[in-house]
């Protein structure tokens, strides 16, 4: 059968048509720029052939439509028909306490992705949208909604829970959710195979570095702490979220520099992070090939960023009591080595000596990075959001398929 994963944000629609359960990827690709004259539709076939289509897509139903008469077109289409679609999986960032697995889409679920837009308001009106549209083309498929929440809900109190007034909790549910759920969740799984364990009997520590990044201490396969908080706006330095914080700045923005509220949102959002701190890019790669040819500003930036990373582990580590590996994944995680030695410099008696020689030049592959004396591994593992989310759907939607 036919699974079709979708990542649908305000302007675009992330598709991966796979072969379950072979687990093969049959297309993927992206339709961005919905609504502006530039849009186009950008797809990898199973062989790798790149393929760019540019024309106005007036809305995110044109688009998937789009995507799906191409992948059922040409003498290399990957389906005869739509029909051999068997379920759609959507990955939906914010469940809040609501989902704590993936779930087959109903009405009830569909209220509950829209009542948590307000915890997620640029992220959830897409996420909706994408189920909406996925079932007004495909109406008999079933539709499945995989959350990037729902795996940090196994999180104990003292970890979720603000020092706020109780009520904020009780009433209005202000709390750590957690993010990148589906990420940390798929390299815990992998971990468990690379080291030849069962999960249940594994604490993993999961830093998941991209452009946004997170960090998330697992034991038993359950996270149990993590450093996004209500939202992905806490935690560490990212390529233009701020991280953690002390909450009293973003009141003196407003009261001594005038800003409103939404002038402090877009300065902690999108104008902070390494873009802010470097005063020149977001972009990890950049910032250190600027930081190696003496910019001093790209230089500091890069050590704010590995050093919040060190303290996490540090606080993980303590968390957790004793950790059997700790994984390093997504864009700069699983590529660059200079990040991964600078985190973890000096922590062989934390239990996380390094390979330097197995580190260096290692991009995008699995491998066990850590000295023979280590007394945690220290693997990368790239990760795949969008197999676990295959996974889910065709594991909860297969049978009915079939
Ligand atoms: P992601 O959000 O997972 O796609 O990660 C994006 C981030 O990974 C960007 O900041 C990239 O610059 C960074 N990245 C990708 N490749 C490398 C590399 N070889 N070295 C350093 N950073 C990289």
């Not at 603000?162 to 209005?172: K, Q, V």
């Amino acid at each position: 059968m036919k699974v079709l994963v979708i990542n649908a944000g305000s302007s675009s629609i992330k598709f991966e048509l796979y072969a379950m359960p072979q687990e093969q990827v049959l297309a993927s690709g992206l339709v961005e720029r919905i609504g502006e004259s530039t849009s186009r539709l950008v797809w990898r076939d199973a062989r790798d052939g790149r393929h760019t289509l540019e024309r106005p897509i007036q809305d995110h139903a044109a688009g998937l439509e789009l995507v799906l008469s191409l992948l059922c077109s040409g003498t290399d289409a990957p389906m005869e028909s739509l029909d051999e679609i068997g379920a759609v999986g959507h990955r939906v960032v914010h469940g809040g306490e609501a989902f704590s697995q993936t779930v087959g889409v109903t009405a009830e679920v569909e209220a509950a992705i829209q009542a948590h837009a307000v915890l997620a308001p640029l992220h959830n009106p897409p996420n909706l949208l994408g189920i909406r549209v996925a079932r007004q083309v495909l109406p008999d498929v079933p539709q499945v909604a995989v959350f990037d929440t729902a795996f940090h809900q196994t999180l104990p109190p003292h970890a979720y829970l603000y020092a706020l007034p109780a009520e904020l909790y009780r009433e209005h549910r202000v709390r750590r959710y957690g993010f990148h759920g589906i990420s940390h969740r798929f390299v815990a799984g992998r971990a468990a195979a690379l080291l030849g364990r069962p999960l249940e009997q594994l604490r993993l520590i999961s830093c998941h570095l991209g452009n946004g990044a997170s960090i998330c201490a697992i034991e038993a396969g359950r996270s149990v702490d993590t450093s996004m908080g209500m939202t992905p706006l806490e935690g560490l330095v990212m390529g233009t979220r701020c991280g953690d914080l002390d909450p009293a700045i973003p009141l003196y923005l407003q009261r001594q520099l005038g800003m409103d509220a939404a002038e402090v949102d877009r300065l902690l959002n999108k104008r902070s992070g390494m873009l802010g701190l470097s005063g020149r890019s977001n972009d990890l790669r950049e910032l250190e090939q600027a930081a190696e040819s003496g910019d001093a500003d790209a230089a500091v930036a890069m050590q704010v960023y590995c050093y919040r990373i060190r303290k996490y582990i540090g606080a993980y580590t303590a968390a957790l009591g004793s950790v059997d590996a700790l994984v390093f994944t997504a864009g700069v995680g699983e590529n660059s080595d200079v990040v991964r030695a600078a985190v973890l410099e000096g922590l062989a008696p934390m239990g996380y000596a390094l390979d330097l020689d197995a580190n260096r030049g290692l991009r995008g592959r699995e491998a066990d990075i850590s000295a023979v004396d280590s007394r945690a591994r220290v693997l990368v593992i790239p990760t795949d959001e969008e197999l676990l989310i295959a996974r889910d759907t065709y594991a909860l939607a297969g049978h009915r398929a079939s």
